[in-house]
């Protein structure tokens, strides 16, 4: 994959992009000002920035702790502590939220009184606040409003203790400093880099997206219980101008929901991209772990690990737009594959799916049992695979090294963001708009009254409710279903008291044996291998718990470390000796 930015590590910047220039020249050997004051140094420092903070693919408990992937998670065994989620940080370091922001905060005070150009300086500057907005909004969405930290004061627990001991902000507060800094990115960022190999720098339009997402949040219940129309204004407004200026520069719906995340430069549907390579032994080199992760553990070096349930399985409608459930859907539970929603079959593998994997346009996928024994080498715990941005070209040699990029917004969110905003403030006629050109998109039949198989005439709530189950189905395996279930404070309606499920898929031995099913499988007709010789038996994989999600997780607590080292902050209430309220 192409190298967008080239980190160069110091004692205290990085820089990048400038390969040439720069790879043989050691920062440290610069003083301060001379790193603001030289258009290559600062933009050395931007880069730091960018290598510090851009998200990479998802992983860990925000992933298992939904109905899309099997996993124990405590979020789920309803165990979480006052320090599991610990990414409050207590020190200077690279790895946590105020150590990134120091470094955040050391360029937008040292900049403005560079010698540079102003109009160099506020594209910089710009780029870096965007960080900063997103910094501060990773913590405001775990634990509400946080001490707002706007120059570089020492870290909590240094000598500067007495000073670096900042109160908490309101949450409401904290959400205003996140809008101006994103404001200020907006006004200053250009809607389109000219240069390639600018390719996934912050846009105006990125900026912007991330601003309707950040206000879209505080819409929902879990910041807005009192379901308070401004906020919804507020997101719509937000997301509107998004959606403007990304269509104004280029942007829109890849042609292609199954190849959107192999497109790399210009890609329209990249919105907001961490770009990747497949180098090896390179100091520049720049691996993803997703597909390594991912793809059967037989078809390379992969584990297999993120496994769909067939929860996510059964929520993808039928093609012609209905849900399963729905009458005159068509639904077959005996060839649940069938007529499904196009991107069913691109993002879940199944047994008997035909997988574009390892350069094999023709491989059969078969995940099923003979008597109690798998016929994998490493048996799919739920019966499934996510085949979702499993580059179905990579040799199976260059899998530990994948370079796909990873796309934290893609221009669909966008959409999805706008039409909930859009059903806030009761303009269902746009969020109907915007549900039918994704569904158009992914190959569902429009039907005889061009609605997609959506149900006309919805009400507001019956509204919002097909827009998170459309964005259930089109980010499916892309880290954003916790956080869905989360803001809209829906995991104790659909989950609690549950159990995940998967599926074993027995062959029928019955009516025909393994070793002649064995030698036929790949020549036989789909329908038939399920109709004749498999039975499908859903089993739990929860084994452990039934899901119990509490209801103080919606604002996790303060970590006990963090409180020690600053007398002024407050615990959230929900929380032992808890005060603070983030609804506030």
Not at 445 to 461: E, H, I, Q, S, V
Not at 504 to 532: C, H, Q, W
Request: charged share 25%.
């Amino acid at each position: 994959m192409k190298l967008q930015h080239i980190f160069l590590l110091t004692a205290v910047l990085i820089a990048s992009g400038c390969e040439k220039v720069l790879d043989k020249t050691d920062l440290s050997a610069f003083n301060e000002e001379q790193v603001f004051n030289d258009t290559l140094l600062a933009r050395g420092y931007v880069d730091y920035v960018y290598d510090q903070n851009l998200p990479v693919w998802p992983t860990g408990d925000f992933l298992k702790a939904t109905d899309e992937i099997s996993g124990e998670t405590r979020f789920f065994e309803g165990t979480v502590q006052v320090n599991t989620v610990a990414d409050f940080g207590t020190s200077v370091s690279a790895t946590n939220n105020y150590g990134k922001i120091r470094s955040i905060n050391q360029f937008l005070v040292k900049m403005p009184s560079s010698a540079l150009s102003e109009g160099y300086k506020k594209q910089l500057m710009a780029q870096v606040s965007f960080f900063r907005a997103y910094r501060y909004f990773d913590l405001v969405q775990l634990y509400g409003g946080v001490p707002l930290v706007l120059e570089p004061l020492g870290a909590i627990g240094e000598e500067e203790k007495e000073q670096a001991a900042i109160p908490r902000s309101s949450t409401s507060e904290s959400i205003q400093q996140i809008v101006t800094d994103l404001n200020f990115s907006i006004e200053n960022l250009p809607g389109k880099w000219n240069d390639s190999n600018d390719w996934g720098r912050i846009t105006s339009g990125a900026a912007a997206g991330f601003k309707g997402r950040i206000l879209l949040h505080y819409a929902s219940p879990q910041f807005n219980p009192n379901d308070l129309p401004e906020r919804w204004q507020a997101a719509y407004d937000a997301n509107k101008q998004a959606i403007d200026l990304l269509k104004a520069n280029g942007f829109g719906l890849h042609q292609s929901f199954k190849d959107l995340w192999f497109t790399e430069a210009n890609n329209p549907e990249a919105v907001w991209v961490t770009c990747y390579n497949n180098k090896v032994g390179d100091q520049i080199n720049k691996n993803q772990t997703w597909d390594n992760n991912t793809r059967p553990s037989y078809l390379g070096t992969g584990s297999g690990s993120n496994q769909p349930t067939w929860e996510i399985a059964q929520a993808f409608p039928m093609k012609n737009g209905k849900n399963i459930e729905e009458k005159g859907s068509g639904y077959d539970p005996k060839l649940f594959y069938k007529n499904r929603d196009p991107r069913f079959d691109n993002t879940i593998a199944y047994n008997g799916a035909t997988w574009h994997i390892n350069g094999n346009t023709n491989y059969k996928l078969w995940t099923y049992f003979v008597n109690n024994k798998t016929v994998e080498q490493k048996a799919t715990v739920s019966g499934f695979y996510v085949r979702k941005a499993i580059d179905p070209n990579l040799p199976t040699g260059a899998v530990a090294n994948s370079g796909t990029d990873w796309i934290e917004m893609r221009y669909a969110e966008v959409m999805l963001n706008f039409a909930e905003a859009a059903c806030g403030i009761n303009k269902l006629d746009e969020a109907y708009t915007q549900l039918k050109e994704i569904r158009k998109r992914a190959g569902i039949d429009p039907g005889a009254d061009g609605f997609f198989g959506l149900t006309p005439k919805m009400t507001r709530a019956q509204m919002f409710q097909a827009i998170l189950r459309e964005r259930q189905i089109e980010l499916a395996f892309e880290g954003k279903r916790f956080w869905d279930l989360r803001r809209w404070k829906q995991f104790e309606t659909k989950l609690n008291g549950k159990r995940r499920t998967g599926v074993t898929i027995n062959l029928k031995t019955s009516a025909i044996s393994p070793e002649d099913f064995a030698a036929r499988r790949d020549g036989m007709s789909l329908d038939s291998v399920y109709r004749n010789y498999m039975e499908i038996v859903p089993k739990e994989l929860d084994t452990k718990y039934v899901i119990n999600w509490l209801p103080e997780y919606y604002f996790f607590a303060i970590p006990s470390t963090a409180l020690t080292n600053n007398a002024k902050l407050e615990q959230n209430i929900g929380w032992p000796s808890g005060t603070f309220d983030p609804l506030r």
